[in-house]
Protein backbone atom coordinates (compact mmCIF):
# COMPACT_ATOMS: atom_id res chain seq x y z
CA UNK A 1 0.00 0.00 0.00
CA UNK A 2 1.62 3.52 -0.89
CA UNK A 3 1.70 5.38 2.48
CA UNK A 4 1.53 9.09 3.19
CA UNK A 5 3.25 11.24 5.13
CA UNK A 6 2.44 14.44 6.58
CA UNK A 7 3.92 17.02 8.22
CA UNK A 8 3.73 19.08 10.55
CA UNK A 9 1.84 16.78 12.73
CA UNK A 10 0.26 20.26 14.61
CA UNK A 11 0.91 23.62 14.26
CA UNK A 12 0.23 26.88 15.35
CA UNK A 13 0.15 29.87 14.10
CA UNK A 14 -1.41 33.37 14.13
CA UNK A 15 -4.46 34.76 11.73
CA UNK A 16 -2.72 35.86 8.75
CA UNK A 17 0.06 33.50 8.57
CA UNK A 18 0.93 31.48 5.98
CA UNK A 19 0.52 27.95 5.90
CA UNK A 20 2.49 25.33 4.51
CA UNK A 21 1.39 21.51 4.86
CA UNK A 22 3.38 18.79 3.15
CA UNK A 23 2.08 15.43 2.21
CA UNK A 24 4.92 12.71 1.32
CA UNK A 25 4.40 9.20 -0.78
CA UNK A 26 6.62 6.44 -0.38
CA UNK A 27 6.11 5.97 -4.45
CA UNK A 28 4.75 8.13 -7.73
CA UNK A 29 1.57 8.97 -7.48
CA UNK A 30 1.57 11.49 -10.54
CA UNK A 31 -1.15 14.18 -9.54
CA UNK A 32 -3.66 11.72 -7.61
CA UNK A 33 -3.79 13.27 -4.58
CA UNK A 34 -6.83 15.55 -2.36
CA UNK A 35 -6.56 17.16 0.37
CA UNK A 36 -9.32 17.61 2.91
CA UNK A 37 -10.67 19.68 6.03
CA UNK A 38 -11.74 18.16 9.07
CA UNK A 39 -13.45 20.17 11.96
CA UNK A 40 -14.63 18.30 15.04
CA UNK A 41 -18.20 16.74 14.46
CA UNK A 42 -17.98 17.36 10.86
CA UNK A 43 -17.43 14.88 7.48
CA UNK A 44 -14.75 15.82 5.85
CA UNK A 45 -14.58 18.51 3.40
CA UNK A 46 -12.54 18.05 0.21
CA UNK A 47 -10.33 21.36 -0.68
CA UNK A 48 -7.79 20.24 -3.54
CA UNK A 49 -8.00 17.37 -6.04
CA UNK A 50 -5.68 16.43 -8.49
CA UNK A 51 -2.65 18.03 -6.42
CA UNK A 52 -3.53 21.58 -7.48
CA UNK A 53 -7.12 22.22 -8.58
CA UNK A 54 -9.59 24.37 -5.90
CA UNK A 55 -13.09 22.38 -5.43
CA UNK A 56 -15.54 24.21 -5.92
CA UNK A 57 -17.11 26.80 -3.08
CA UNK A 58 -13.18 26.61 -1.41
CA UNK A 59 -11.78 30.17 -0.83
CA UNK A 60 -9.07 30.59 -2.85
CA UNK A 61 -6.01 31.18 -0.01
CA UNK A 62 -5.95 27.58 -0.35
CA UNK A 63 -3.67 26.31 -2.54
CA UNK A 64 -2.05 22.83 -3.44
CA UNK A 65 1.51 22.00 -5.17
CA UNK A 66 3.43 19.31 -6.57
CA UNK A 67 3.34 16.05 -8.39
CA UNK A 68 5.11 12.68 -7.79
CA UNK A 69 5.57 12.10 -4.08
CA UNK A 70 5.69 15.45 -3.09
CA UNK A 71 2.38 17.92 -2.09
CA UNK A 72 1.73 20.63 -0.55
CA UNK A 73 -1.26 22.73 0.96
CA UNK A 74 -1.05 26.08 1.56
CA UNK A 75 -3.28 28.24 3.62
CA UNK A 76 -2.36 31.80 2.23
CA UNK A 77 -3.56 33.71 4.97
CA UNK A 78 -5.06 32.27 7.95
CA UNK A 79 -8.29 32.95 9.07
CA UNK A 80 -9.71 31.34 12.45
CA UNK A 81 -12.21 29.25 10.87
CA UNK A 82 -9.00 27.09 9.35
CA UNK A 83 -8.85 25.77 12.67
CA UNK A 84 -8.97 21.98 11.58
CA UNK A 85 -7.14 18.67 11.11
CA UNK A 86 -5.87 18.64 7.57
CA UNK A 87 -5.53 15.06 5.18
CA UNK A 88 -4.33 13.98 2.39
CA UNK A 89 -4.92 11.22 0.30
CA UNK A 90 -3.67 9.22 -2.84
CA UNK A 91 -6.54 7.80 -5.21
CA UNK A 92 -3.66 6.39 -7.10
CA UNK A 93 -4.17 2.92 -6.28
CA UNK A 94 -6.46 0.57 -4.00
CA UNK A 95 -6.10 0.35 -1.30
CA UNK A 96 -6.68 4.49 -0.54
CA UNK A 97 -4.81 5.62 1.89
CA UNK A 98 -4.80 9.04 3.99
CA UNK A 99 -2.16 11.10 5.37
CA UNK A 100 -1.79 11.00 9.03
CA UNK A 101 -3.64 14.28 9.30
CA UNK A 102 -1.75 17.91 9.91
CA UNK A 103 -3.78 19.66 13.40
CA UNK A 104 -3.70 23.73 13.09
CA UNK A 105 -4.15 25.81 16.13
CA UNK A 106 -4.54 29.30 15.72
CA UNK B 1 -28.96 17.80 -4.55
CA UNK B 2 -26.76 15.20 -3.48
CA UNK B 3 -27.74 13.46 0.13
CA UNK B 4 -26.25 10.90 1.80
CA UNK B 5 -27.72 9.51 5.27
CA UNK B 6 -25.96 6.70 7.46
CA UNK B 7 -27.44 4.46 10.00
CA UNK B 8 -27.19 1.37 11.48
CA UNK B 9 -24.21 2.77 14.22
CA UNK B 10 -24.44 1.45 17.66
CA UNK B 11 -22.63 0.43 20.65
CA UNK B 12 -21.44 -3.58 20.36
CA UNK B 13 -19.50 -5.88 22.00
CA UNK B 14 -16.51 -7.00 20.54
CA UNK B 15 -17.15 -9.98 18.42
CA UNK B 16 -20.25 -8.97 16.97
CA UNK B 17 -21.49 -7.83 14.37
CA UNK B 18 -23.21 -4.66 12.67
CA UNK B 19 -24.62 -3.71 9.42
CA UNK B 20 -24.57 -0.05 8.21
CA UNK B 21 -26.51 1.78 5.49
CA UNK B 22 -26.33 4.84 3.74
CA UNK B 23 -29.38 6.10 2.29
CA UNK B 24 -28.57 8.31 -1.13
CA UNK B 25 -30.71 10.62 -3.61
CA UNK B 26 -30.18 13.60 -5.65
CA UNK B 27 -28.26 11.74 -8.18
CA UNK B 28 -27.93 8.68 -9.94
CA UNK B 29 -26.87 6.20 -7.82
CA UNK B 30 -26.12 3.09 -10.22
CA UNK B 31 -23.63 5.70 -12.10
CA UNK B 32 -21.08 6.67 -9.13
CA UNK B 33 -18.53 4.57 -7.03
CA UNK B 34 -19.72 4.44 -3.76
CA UNK B 35 -17.40 4.32 -0.37
CA UNK B 36 -17.02 4.12 3.74
CA UNK B 37 -14.02 5.72 5.46
CA UNK B 38 -13.80 6.16 9.41
CA UNK B 39 -13.01 8.68 11.34
CA UNK B 40 -11.62 8.29 15.07
CA UNK B 41 -12.23 11.50 16.57
CA UNK B 42 -8.79 13.18 17.39
CA UNK B 43 -6.92 10.24 15.31
CA UNK B 44 -7.12 9.83 11.84
CA UNK B 45 -9.26 9.32 9.17
CA UNK B 46 -8.88 5.84 7.48
CA UNK B 47 -10.80 4.49 3.70
CA UNK B 48 -12.73 1.56 4.48
CA UNK B 49 -14.01 -0.37 1.44
CA UNK B 50 -15.30 1.11 -2.73
CA UNK B 51 -17.37 -0.33 -4.64
CA UNK B 52 -18.25 0.45 -8.63
CA UNK B 53 -21.57 1.40 -9.89
CA UNK B 54 -23.03 -1.75 -10.76
CA UNK B 55 -21.36 -3.92 -7.39
CA UNK B 56 -19.23 -6.09 -9.61
CA UNK B 57 -16.07 -4.76 -7.95
CA UNK B 58 -15.33 -4.42 -4.49
CA UNK B 59 -12.05 -3.00 -2.83
CA UNK B 60 -10.94 -3.47 1.16
CA UNK B 61 -8.40 -1.56 3.43
CA UNK B 62 -6.00 -4.58 4.70
CA UNK B 63 -7.51 -4.04 8.17
CA UNK B 64 -11.05 -4.95 7.57
CA UNK B 65 -10.25 -7.57 4.45
CA UNK B 66 -11.93 -10.73 5.97
CA UNK B 67 -14.65 -9.07 8.07
CA UNK B 68 -16.54 -6.63 6.45
CA UNK B 69 -18.33 -6.83 3.42
CA UNK B 70 -19.79 -3.75 0.91
CA UNK B 71 -22.73 -3.84 -1.47
CA UNK B 72 -25.34 -1.97 -2.65
CA UNK B 73 -29.04 -1.82 -3.35
CA UNK B 74 -30.16 -0.22 -7.05
CA UNK B 75 -33.67 -0.29 -6.44
CA UNK B 76 -33.44 1.42 -2.63
CA UNK B 77 -30.42 3.70 -3.79
CA UNK B 78 -28.78 2.26 -0.80
CA UNK B 79 -25.19 1.41 0.32
CA UNK B 80 -24.56 -1.00 2.85
CA UNK B 81 -21.69 -2.28 4.93
CA UNK B 82 -21.55 -5.53 6.84
CA UNK B 83 -18.91 -5.73 9.70
CA UNK B 84 -18.28 -8.95 11.56
CA UNK B 85 -15.97 -10.15 13.82
CA UNK B 86 -15.99 -6.28 15.59
CA UNK B 87 -12.74 -5.43 17.42
CA UNK B 88 -12.14 -1.99 19.19
CA UNK B 89 -10.11 -0.55 16.91
CA UNK B 90 -13.52 -0.55 14.19
CA UNK B 91 -14.75 1.57 16.85
CA UNK B 92 -14.77 5.09 14.52
CA UNK B 93 -17.20 7.66 13.07
CA UNK B 94 -18.19 5.82 9.68
CA UNK B 95 -19.03 8.00 6.70
CA UNK B 96 -20.40 6.77 3.39
CA UNK B 97 -18.81 9.08 0.30
CA UNK B 98 -19.65 9.54 -3.26
CA UNK B 99 -17.18 10.14 -6.09
CA UNK B 100 -16.76 14.03 -7.07
CA UNK B 101 -17.56 12.97 -10.74
CA UNK B 102 -18.68 9.49 -12.13
CA UNK B 103 -14.41 9.52 -13.72
CA UNK B 104 -13.42 11.06 -10.67
CA UNK B 105 -11.61 9.57 -8.23
CA UNK B 106 -12.05 12.18 -5.56
CA UNK B 107 -15.06 11.89 -2.58
CA UNK B 108 -16.78 15.21 -2.73
CA UNK B 109 -19.96 13.97 -1.20
CA UNK B 110 -20.05 13.12 2.57
CA UNK B 111 -23.04 12.14 4.57
CA UNK B 112 -23.16 13.23 8.51
CA UNK B 113 -21.79 10.27 9.91
CA UNK B 114 -22.83 7.28 12.03
CA UNK B 115 -20.77 5.70 15.03
CA UNK B 116 -19.69 2.49 15.57
CA UNK B 117 -18.56 1.93 19.39
CA UNK B 118 -17.15 -1.70 19.94
CA UNK B 119 -17.21 -2.01 23.71
CA UNK B 120 -17.72 -4.28 26.12
Known amino acids: AIQLTQSPSSLSAFVGDRVIITCRASQGISTSLAWFQVKPRNPPRLLIYDATTLETGVPSRFSGSGSGAHFTLTIASLKSEDLATYFCQQCDSYPLTFGGGTKVEI | EVQLLESGGDLVQPGGSLRLSCAASGFNFSDFVMSWVRHVPGKGLEWVSSINGIGSNTYYADSVKGRFAISRDKSTETLFLQMNSLTVDDTAVYYC?????????????WGQGTLVTVSS
Open chain 2, 97 to 109: ARRKGVWSPYSAH
